[in-house]
C-alpha cells in the first residue's frame, strides 16, 4: 500500500468512486480510497504526468512522440497501449474526456486542444487568455487549474502569480466561473462539490469544499 501523504502527484481524476493518482517522479498510477484511506498501485509507467481513466482503458500522458509527449490509452486487462497519439505541440499538462472527445492542455502556449480519441486527430484548438493545466470534466462541466503568470508573463516572479480553479464553456469559448484560490495548484480533480488538488512542489492530497471558494465574477456575453 501506498503512503499518499508522502507521493508527489502530477495529475488526477476521479472515477468509479476513487482519486486516480500520476505520479511522475515515482512512474506510477495508483488509485486513492477516501472512506478507507488506503492507495494501491494500479500499474508501473515511466514518467507518467497524468491519468484519465475512461470506458476505453485509462488514457495516460507520458514521455515519448515525437515533440517530447505522448498520449496512451491502456488497456489494463490486457498491459498494454491499444492507441497511441502525439501530443500536438507536445502538449503534457493534462487531459481527459468530455462528451466523447479528448480535451488536452498546453500550459505554457495557453492552448486548450480537442482531440479525436479514435484517430488523435486535433478537432479544435482554443487559445485561452492565461495558463491552464490538469482540465478535467466532472458533471457534462470542463474545469481545469487556471495560472495568470503575473504583469511580465512568463518573465513574472513566480511569487506575483495568481490561481484560480477554472470552469470553462468550449463550445462558446468563455469562462464561466473562475475560483480563486491562495495556493498553487499541481492538478485538480472534481468529486461532487468538493475539490481534491495537490499543490506544486508538496507531496500529498487535499481537498476543499466548492462553497468554501469565493468566486470571482464572470460577466458571459
Known amino acids: 500500500m501506498i ?3 508522502s507521493l508527489p502527484v502530477t495529475g488526477m481524476h476521479w472515477h468509479a468512486g476513487r482519486l486516480w493518482l500520476a505520479s511522475a517522479a515515482e512512474s506510477i498510477v495508483a488509485a486513492y480510497d477516501p472512506v478507507s ?14 491519468v484519465c481513466p ?4 485509462v ?21 498494454r497501449a491499444v492507441r497511441r497519439f502525439d501530443c500536438p505541440d507536445g502538449a503534457a499538462s493534462g487531459a ?3 462528451n466523447g472527445k479528448l480535451w488536452l492542455s498546453h500550459r505554457r502556449n495557453r492552448k486548450l486542444f480537442c482531440m479525436d480519441p479514435q484517430s488523435g486527430r486535433t478537432l479544435w484548438t482554443i487559445r485561452m487568455e492565461h495558463q491552464v493545466l490538469s482540465p478535467v470534466a466532472h458533471e457534462g462541466e470542463l474545469w481545469s487549474v487556471e495560472c495568470d503568470p503575473g504583469p511580465l508573463g512568463d518573465w513574472s516572479d513566480e511569487s506575483q502569480a495568481g490561481y484560480s480553479f477554472l470552469c470553462y464553456d468550449p463550445v462558446r469559448e468563455l469562462v464561466v466561473e473562475r475560483l480563486p484560490v491562495p495556493f498553487r495548484p499541481a492538478c485538480l480533480a472534481l468529486n461532487g462539490e468538493r475539490f481534491w488538488y ?16 469565493s468566486p470571482r465574477k464572470v460577466t458571459l456575453d
Open 96 to 98: 481527459t474526456v468530455l
Open 54 to 57: 475512461s470506458s476505453e482503458g
Open 37 to 50: 484511506e488506503s492507495c494501491d498501485e494500479i500499474l508501473s509507467f515511466p514518467d507518467v504526468r497524468h
Open 3 to 5: 503512503d499518499v501523504r
Open 198 to 213: 495537490a499543490v506544486q512542489d508538496e507531496p500529498g492530497l487535499r481537498a476543499q469544499s466548492r462553497e468554501s471558494l
Open 59 to 79: 488514457w495516460l500522458v507520458t514521455t515519448g512522440g515525437r515533440l517530447g509527449q505522448q498520449l496512451l490509452l491502456w488497456s489494463l486487462e490486457t498491459n
